[in-house]
């Protein structure tokens, strides 16, 4: 199985772990389109990967997952408001269900975030109050916009992360409970 999680491990570190600043630091508009294309095919092809088990490789946390879940967990208030607005609408993890799922479990599973982590990309706010967003970004101001949720308020936002989503089907029609 090593081979194969190596082999994974490569993709997910050249398309999503890099695929953000390939689009952000893209020489041209042409070069930003094809990595965003990349980066949301990836996203597409874990997200039905996921629709049939719980982790990247079944039933057991794989380094991929960790890999993974560093992207999934900085995407949304990290990277996402900083895309150029030339590329068009940019998805969400929670566009992709099993994904953002997925996402949600990890995010739960003790050891995989801690404070420094949550303060680090906006979940939780700063010594004095502010949230972190968007890519070299240290403080935000009020949005009233709805389609700046995630930007703006992490406690509506990103409150789901701690709550959960009730369940979701997984690994050969297995339920897991999200709490």
């Known amino acids: 199985m090593r081979p194969a999680i190596?082999?994974?491990n490569q993709q997910i570190f050249d398309d999503v772990n890099n695929g953000p600043y390939k689009i952000l630091f893209a020489n041209s508009l042409l070069a930003a389109r094809i990595a965003?294309?990349?980066?949301?095919?990836?996203?597409?092809d874990y997200n039905h990967r996921l629709t049939t088990r719980r982790y990247l490789f079944g039933a057991q946390i794989t380094d991929s997952d960790v890999r993974l879940f560093?992207?999934?967990?900085?995407?949304?208030?990290?990277?996402?408001?900083s895309r150029p607005p030339e590329l068009g609408t940019a998805f969400a993890i929670s566009d992709f269900p099993h994904?953002?799922?997925?996402?949600?479990?990890?995010?739960?599973?003790?050891?995989?975030?801690?404070?420094?982590?949550?303060?680090?990309?906006?979940?939780?706010?700063q010594a004095d109050g502010t949230?972190?967003?968007?890519?070299?970004?240290?403080?935000?101001?009020s949005v009233t916009d709805d389609a700046?949720?995630?930007?703006?308020?992490?406690?509506?936002y990103f409150g789901r992360l701690t709550?959960?989503?009730?369940?979701?089907?997984?690994?050969?029609?297995?339920?897991l409970v999200l709490a």
Do not use: M
Request: proline share 5%; aromatic share 12%; with cysteine.
């Open 36 to 44: 965003k294309n990349i980066f949301e095919a990836r996203l597409a």
């Open 131 to 141: 949230y972190r967003y968007g890519f070299g970004t240290e403080r935000i101001a």
């Open 163 to 175: 709550v959960g989503l009730g369940t979701r089907r997984c690994g050969h029609g297995a339920l």
């Open 99 to 125: 994904l953002w799922a997925y996402a949600l479990d990890l995010f739960a599973t003790p050891g995989f975030t801690d404070d420094a982590d949550k303060v680090a990309t906006g979940l939780l706010p």
């Open 6 to 8: 190596d082999l994974l």
């Open 70 to 81: 560093q992207t999934l967990l900085s995407y949304d208030r990290g990277y996402r408001p």
């Open 148 to 156: 700046a949720l995630a930007s703006a308020s992490p406690e509506r």
